[in-house]
């Protein structure tokens, strides 16, 4: 007899996950990411307020049953505004300048649940959520040294190549998100 596996859970986070989503990111951070950083990783001191309620913001959660019960595989999220201008060229933060930027963040799923689709199910969550919330652009950056994550971008939906800024401290590329390619999707 085979059990039926229940499949990957995307929803919006709620406050009792804040604790679980925490963890999953600092343990992104010192595993993958070179470690924490405050003028990069606020938003994970203060989980809540930058995405619980806040205009514009949405924290995704992905949950895997597992052996005790649901498991948190990944996070994604949405917040207002393009790539902060101290860390980009000044011609790539005038692009977003003037306009209604959403930014698709903290793409991250713990390496034990990857090549399980969470990854693309988060990122098409939250690049969905921020176009039916009538972002103008949609963006997103990341990290190209951390493994399979450019190849995982390149083969997004709608995902367009805007800037490789590589070798920057951060491995970084940086995209935006083709509404009407990610809709056929």
């Not at 859970?9 to 070179?34: C, Q, Y």
């Not at 990944?74 to 306009?99: C, D, H, M, N």
């Not at 799923?109 to 990857?114: A, I, K, L, Q, T």
Request: proline share 8%; aromatic share 8%; net charge negative.
């Amino acid at each position: 007899m085979t059990l039926a596996v229940a499949p990957p859970l995307v929803r919006t986070a709620r406050r009792e996950d804040l604790p679980a989503v925490s963890l999953h990111m600092r343990g992104m951070l010192e595993r993958e990411l070179g470690g924490y950083d405050a003028r990069l990783h606020g938003d994970v001191d203060d989980l809540a307020g930058t995405y619980l309620g806040a205009a514009g913001t949405r924290l995704f959660v992905c949950h895997l049953e597992g052996p005790d019960g649901p498991v948190l595989a990944g996070t994604a999220s949405v917040r207002a505004g393009g790539p902060k201008p101290e860390f980009v060229p000044s011609w790539l933060a005038r692009r977003y300048e003037g306009r209604r930027v959403g930014q698709i963040c903290r793409v991250w799923v713990d390496p034990e649940h990857r090549r399980l689709g969470v990854g693309r199910m988060l990122a098409v969550e939250a690049a969905r959520w921020a176009l039916a919330d009538d972002y103008d652009t949609v963006c997103l950056h990341t990290n190209a040294s951390v493994p399979g994550a450019l190849s995982f971008w390149t083969s997004f939906p709608g995902a367009v190549l805007v800037h490789d800024a590589r070798p920057d401290p951060w491995s970084t590329v940086h995209f935006e998100i083709d509404p009407h390619v990610l809709a056929a999707a």
